[in-house]
């Protein structure tokens, strides 16, 4: 009876849990679907507080579509080429390390984008449509507040801005439009170009530079882009009149007339360049700009050591953490002075023979291209506000010979007293006998201090040449001064 009583319970909760875990399996088959728009880090070089965050939408892919891939070849194909080495990408290949890209897979539910002078209507997320603005064939743009929408909710609960927004439009007819967005049609031949001059207006907002045909004098204000102006000398690009740009001469600076649409009273700063035509380079004027803007999301440094006050470290090493060691690099330096051959990300202070003492030791983080800066080299990409390519931290460090508690510059009697008042204290720091900074005055510091002791008749200024690792501590005063530029 007992046992058949039992077996009956255990029938039950077998089906009990059964019933649970079936219920489990259909919350989560069901969540997917209850879902948003899914999104996707396809490119991850880190935390996206400190890279630029391409976020990429597509407009007029169904589910079927983007079960086939097409989206995602748009969009791979794409991010192939802005970070390829082809001139016609520069300066986007050099700072490829600097960008995270992430989609965002919205569905339609039809292909392709409106043609309304064609009668063409399709039903689509995002409202792509061709003649955006009525008149102009080639304008393809989207709807912005849908668009808003679907990257409010992708993004919701993540630490990702979208600092760089891109469109696709699954179409092959040629066209592309800036604002908020940089929109362009996937399919086309031209997608690639497209979308990168679209990029020139909505991430860097530079101006178009050729001419419209009918439009004659140009007599509006001056125009905020930096790559346009109504001054027949181009102060606006001063410091690079006379630039003969390595990638060919149709890039030089200097001012010429017709821009903006216009073909009179208003200049650019090249013969041509990709705001002027496609399949062109940006020209140094733009260059520069974008890089700018690129600095504007991104500090050379990801992370350093930073030490809070009154936190004392032994033998540890300094270290800083660039964001991409191919185009920042690292000078490190004491009082200072560059120390030679410290260039990599950590600096053991002990490795460079210190004598007991306070320094500053600073990591200077810099971009190359400042070694370059009015060379006419290739890599001669910005000419202005230097600054912000490069950062600087510095520390204040106390070097002292390990047993040298009161800080005399000899290891002797005076020390010992000073360990032996404080014998097994806890709590205790460097002036109360704690020389490996375990928070405890004990037989380690004695045997440290006696190595010290046993070696010298101590003169007491450090000038026994190098001192050996084993006989220093550092420890960090006051934590770390960071001298940090501001935006
Ligand atoms: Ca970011
Ligand atoms: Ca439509
Ligand atoms: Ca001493
Ligand atoms: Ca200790
Ligand atoms: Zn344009």
Do not use: C
Request: aromatic share 10%.
């Amino acid at each position: 009876m007992t046992l058949l009583l039992k077996g009956d319970a255990m029938l039950g909760l077998k089906s009990i849990v059964r019933s649970f875990v079936f219920a489990v399996l259909i919350l989560f088959v069901a969540m997917p679907i209850a879902s948003v728009s899914a999104l996707t880090t396809i490119v991850d070089n880190g935390n996206p507080d400190n890279r630029v965050d391409i976020v990429f939408l597509g407009d007029g892919y169904t589910q079927t579509d983007l079960n086939a891939g097409i989206y995602d070849n748009h969009v791979n194909s794409y991010i192939n080429y802005m970070f390829s080495a082809d001139q016609d990408a520069d300066p986007f290949g050099r700072y490829a390390g600097f960008f995270n890209v992430h989609q965002i897979d919205v569905v339609s539910i039809q292909s392709g984008a409106d043609e309304p002078p064609n009668g063409i209507y399709v039903n689509t997320a995002l409202d792509a449509s061709y003649w955006w603005d009525g008149s102009t064939e080639r304008l393809l743009y989207i709807n912005n507040s849908k668009a808003n929408n679907q990257v409010n909710q992708a993004l919701s609960g993540t630490n990702i801005t979208a600092d760089l927004k891109l469109v696709t439009v699954n179409s092959d007819k040629y066209g592309g439009g800036g604002g908020t967005y940089g929109v362009y049609a996937g399919g086309n031949g031209a997608a690639h170009e497209v979308a990168m001059h679209e990029i020139g207006h909505s991430f860097a907002n530079l101006a178009d530079e050729y001419v419209t045909s009918g439009n004659g004098h140009y007599t509006g204000a001056e125009p905020s882009e930096i790559n346009v102006t109504k001054s027949p000398t181009g102060e606006k690009w001063s410091h690079w009149i006379g630039f003969q740009d390595p990638r060919g001469s149709q890039y030089d600076i200097d001012v010429f007339e017709g821009a903006r649409y216009y073909a009179t009273g208003i200049y650019r700063p090249s013969s041509t360049s990709k705001m002027r035509t496609l399949n062109q380079a940006f020209n140094a004027v733009s260059r520069e700009k974008i890089i700018h803007d690129i600095y504007a999301h991104v500090d050379p440094l990801d992370d350093w050591l930073n030490t809070p006050n009154s936190f004392s470290v032994y033998d540890e090493a300094l270290w800083v953490d660039v964001v991409d060691p191919n185009v920042i690099a690292l000078e490190w330096s004491v009082d200072g002075v560059p120390v030679t051959g410290a260039t990599g990300e950590t600096f053991l202070l002990s490795d460079y023979g210190f004598a007991p003492g306070s320094y500053e030791v600073t990591a200077r983080a810099y971009d190359t291209v400042l070694e370059h800066v009015g060379d006419g080299s290739l890599l001669d990409l910005v000419r202005t506000n230097l600054d912000l390519l490069e950062q600087e931290i510095t520390w204040t460090v106390d070097i002292r010979k390990t047993g040298d508690a009161n800080y005399d510059g000899k290891v002797n009697d005076l020390d010992v007293t000073i360990v032996a008042n404080n014998w097994r204290n806890t709590g205790t720091d460097w002036a109360t006998g704690d020389f490996n900074a375990d928070g405890v005055t004990d037989s380690i510091d004695l045997f440290l201090l006696s190595q010290v002791w046993v070696d010298t008749s101590d003169t007491g200024t450090g000038g026994g040449g190098i001192p050996e690792p084993a006989s220093l501590s550092i420890l960090l005063l006051g934590g770390a001064i960071l001298r940090r530029r501001i935006k």
